[in-house]
């Protein structure tokens, strides 16, 4: 079946530093979908991305989608403490259900 | 702006006891979902329903677990006979079409 790799799992941060997590499909994705989730809280959709080699920007956010539509990653440039949460892709093959990633959380030390 | 809710917010029960777990999806949506996360790893997608029937399941979906819309505007997980293993937060979620999935605030269940 479908697996989506995520890494790091982890990543510690100093307020103003960068940030990526990636993500890696067994399979040929339709579209991959990223989610931030606050401690405590539910997942968030923050973008989705469908077309091969796709980049799109939300503010400090960049999300880019592989030539192959079998990778993606988002980068924040100078982290927030606000920033501060789980970052998960999901990959949709050819159904409606997403496969997520084990997610990034993200640590910012201000 | 329109929400999935859940209830309730949390649900703790002894083991072989039965719980259902209330969602009411964003009115005009189609799709609905249910996910559960285990406390620190990864979201993992349970069962979809789509015209009142479930459209896709997965392995972890077993003969323990049912969803129902019973009323046009509920949607229910339950678990017949809980383990402890079951113990995580579930998530419900709807979609209107092919795009961004709306999670509600989770139902965090224990078991004891």
């Known amino acids: 079946g479908q697996q989506v790799m995520q890494i790091p799992q982890y990543q510690h941060v100093q307020e103003g530093e960068d940030f990526t997590t990636y993500c890696n499909s067994s399979?040929?994705?339709?579209?991959i979908q990223w989610y931030k989730q606050r401690p405590g809280g539910h997942p968030v959709f923050l973008i989705q991305?469908?077309?091969?080699?796709e980049v799109k920007k939300q503010k400090r956010l960049t999300f880019q989608f592989g030539e192959a539509k079998k990778n993606s990653s988002l980068h924040i440039t100078a982290t927030q403490t606000t920033d501060v949460g789980t970052y998960f892709c999901a990959g949709r093959g050819g159904s409606y259900i997403p496969t997520f990633g084990r997610g990034t959380s993200l640590i910012v030390h201000p | 702006e329109p929400e999935v809710t859940q209830t309730p917010s949390h649900q703790v029960t002894q083991m072989g006891q039965e719980v259902i777990l209330r969602c009411v999806p964003i009115?005009?949506?189609?799709?609905f979902y249910w996910y559960r996360q285990i406390l620190g790893q990864k979201v993992e997608f349970l069962v979809s329903f789509y015209n009142n029937e479930i459209s896709e399941k997965s392995e972890i979906f077993d003969d323990q677990f049912s969803v129902e819309r019973p009323d046009g505007s509920n949607f229910t997980l339950k678990i017949r006979s809980t383990k402890l293993e079951d113990s995580a937060m579930y998530f419900c979620a709807s979609i209107q079409g092919y795009n961004e999935q709306f999670f509600g605030p989770g139902t965090r269940l224990t078991v004891l």
């Open positions: 399979t040929t994705l339709s579209n």
């Open positions: 991305l469908v077309k091969s080699g």
């Open positions: 009115s005009n949506h189609l799709y």
